[in-house]
């Protein structure tokens, strides 16, 4: 289990490593071309009940962290997916990867 530290806050988000991993190319590729946007998703196994949203902002400190020292390997799909929520007015939502069927 991962989890993103924002601002200058000590409260961290905890989010499955390999969500995370795709989570944090979409939020770098929005970020990099200084957009603003908000982040919303429902709170992991042993946190508070419930969801929560955050504004993201290109000048705001971000940091994800890992617990799998391997890099996940990406899923395109996924993040086409995760931008596209992106792209919402509803900003990024932590939706589920959707697997491609196998032949």
């Known amino acids: 289990m991962g989890w993103i ?6 409260d ?3 989010i499955e490593d390999r969500a995370l991993a795709h ?6 590729m929005k970020l990099r071309r200084q957009e603003s946007f908000t982040l ?9 009940v419930g969801r929560s949203t955050i504004w993201l902002h290109p000048s705001i400190p971000l940091r ?3 617990d799998d020292a391997e890099a996940a390997e990406l899923n395109p799909r996924w993040i086409e997916d995760l931008m596209h929520t ?3 007015t509803g900003g ?4 589920d990867e959707v697997l491609e069927p196998q032949n």
């Open 40 to 48: 919303s998703w429902r709170h992991a196994d042993g946190d508070a």
């Open 86 to 88: 992106a792209n919402s």
């Open 23 to 28: 989570l944090k190319v979409v939020i770098a």
């Open 64 to 66: 994800f962290v890992f």
């Open 12 to 14: 961290t988000i905890h």
């Open 5 to 10: 530290q924002y601002g200058g806050s000590e």
């Open 92 to 95: 990024i939502s932590l939706i």
